[in-house]
């Protein structure tokens, strides 16, 4: 039995599961934004003894939303959260609770879960983005998490869509989607997507699957400009490492099948003939658990 636990920026997840990433024990926690890393550490500290006792959990593994040194296990930063910048929490999982800990950022673990446990379940290489409040990625290659020479990852939200200095993450994050919404949304106040959306100041992308399934002409014209945009970053991803599966995972991959297939159409006409039809592309099967469950399947390496 392990631990696995979740640190991001609005939630704490901690649990308990075994090596195939079944989970059987969870606590979960709001962040308090206002009371930062040591708020999210004294949560940690009162549910993690209890949860080990319960389960005899013999490793921990740490997904944490936001860079890390994966082999020191000391955080660089949070871009949501202060007070983690530099804090060693492999050390301080260690002095609590006197085992061993492995710890990687979370689009890298949620990765890791959703290529041995979910959509990229026997497939390889597996390449995994993550579309919330930012737009993160992680590849699997052999089992094993890619992380390439320091301080490299796989950051695909960083991706440039032109010269300009266009990121993906400015297209395809959740924020993004909201602020194209609601500029769609104010040209044509009469669709169906800006009723389901008015009054409201941000969630937006929320509301596109509900306005697709009535035909909405600016939902379907903002699923088009979004996966176009996505597959067009993706499309960098296949011609350098060949996934044999790319995952869709966060926020924003919740509009569904729709987002899929129009990402996988796109994406075809992107990448160079000899390698179509390309990778299959897949919504993730874990949703909330993905990083909770690649953290189980860190602790199995934990030492």
Known sequence: M???????????????????????????????????????????????????????????????????????????????????????????????????????????????????????KGANPVFYITMGSGVGGGLVVDGRIYHGAKPGEAEIGHIRLDKTGVIVEERCSGWAVDRRIREACAGSPKSKLAELTRGMRRGEATQLAAALEVDDLVAKEILAETASDLAFGLSHVVHLFHPEVIVLGGGVSLIGEPLRAAVAKALTGFIMEAFHPGPQVKLAGLSEDAVPVGALKLAGLAK
């Open 2 to 120: 392990f631990v696995g636990i979740e640190i991001g920026g609005t939630k704490l997840q901690l649990v308990a599961g075994d090596i195939e990433g079944t989970i059987i024990e969870r606590r979960r926690f709001e962040v308090d934004q206002a009371r930062g890393g040591e708020g999210i550490r004294e949560q940690i500290a009162s549910a993690l003894p209890q949860l080990i006792s319960v389960t005899n959990a013999k490793a921990i593994g740490v997904g944490f939303g936001g860079p890390v040194d994966n082999e020191t296990g000391h955080i660089c930063c949070s871009h949501q959260i202060e007070g983690w910048s530099e804090f060693p929490i492999g050390d301080w999982l260690k002095q609590l609770s006197g085992l061993p800990v492995k710890v990687d950022n979370d689009a890298n673990t949620a990765a890791f879960g959703e290529a041995l446990c979910g959509a990229g």
